[in-house]
């Protein structure tokens, strides 16, 4: 069955300029955008979304950079979602990610590492509904 995923183009793929590569990916990896736009999170915003980090030792760290740009975030369907697109972005850690992966390619390194993706369907659903309103999907 087809499901719901949510991705981001995190600020330092938007600034190196691999936006629109990385779209391509995404289309030619058989998803179907369902909602995208360009933001710049506040550090308040950056913080909601990633509480569930509030704990580890990178949190400030991550929430300064994801606040740092623009960042491109996106609704993403497919059969499967949430494993397709974590298969697709790779390991955490660029060194370890598998040679095709988005962050094997884009990334350079393990906390500015070009994309991001939800973990369960769950999270998915939570984080859809973070930056995206019912109007905003298609
Ligand atoms: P993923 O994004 O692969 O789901 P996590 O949920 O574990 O990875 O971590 C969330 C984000 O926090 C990572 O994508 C990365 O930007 C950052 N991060 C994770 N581990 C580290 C680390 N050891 N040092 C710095 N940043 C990290
Ligand atoms: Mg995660």
């Known amino acids: 069955m087809s499901s719901l995923t949510f991705g981001i183009i995190k600020p330092d793929a938007v600034k190196k300029g691999h936006s629109g ?5 995404i289309l030619a990896g058989g998803f179907t955008i369902r909602g995208m736009k360009l933001i710049h999170m506040t550090k308040k915003e950056a913080e ?6 509030a704990e580890r030792p990178f949190y400030g760290e991550l929430t300064e950079f994801m606040s740092s740009a623009p960042c491109v975030v996106m609704a993403l369907e497919k059969e499967n979602a949430v494993k397709a697109w974590r298969d697709l972005m790779g ?3 660029p060194a370890e990610a598998e040679v095709g992966t988005l962050r094997r390619e884009f990334a350079g390194s393990i906390g500015e590492n070009a994309v991001h993706g939800s973990d369960s369907d769950e999270n998915a659903t939570i984080e859809v509904s973070y930056f995206f309103s019912k109007l905003e999907l298609v």
């Open 21 to 25: 590569k990385i779209i391509d990916k």
């Open 48 to 53: 909601g979304f990633y509480a569930v980090h």
């Open 91 to 93: 390991a955490t850690n």
